[in-house]
């Protein structure tokens, strides 16, 4: 169910070999566990030179149309409308974490004893990212 509902999203957020390019990139964090530029690289299942793959998960990254309002925001929402009624209570969580220079804002749902994470910034992170 959640799986359909994302990969629905992306197929119309993204191009073809984008969305096909991310699935192996998703495959390749699954197996190496690891959130590494280099890293993930290496383990993509593809026959073109290291750099020409590590250049290529950057491009994708890099993507207008692979932002938090365009891919994680419509999951949610349809998510969201799957599980609740309009009439069901919903908590909301939000947390600061504050590691000297580090600040990070994250507000996230709670259900079932669970938090699902529904939005976050991180000034420093964001930015070093890519």
Known sequence: M???????ILQNQLRHTAYLFLNLMVISLQLIKQVKL???AES???PILLESRRRKVRRL???KNFTIETIWFPCIRALLEEMFNPKDRIYLVIDRTSWSVINILMVSVVYDHRAWPIYWEHPILASCLI
């Open 2 to 8: 959640i799986a359909k509902l994302y990969q629905k």
């Open 38 to 40: 280099d890293v993930l």
């Open 44 to 46: 993509i299942p593809l």
């Open 61 to 63: 990254l890099r993507l």
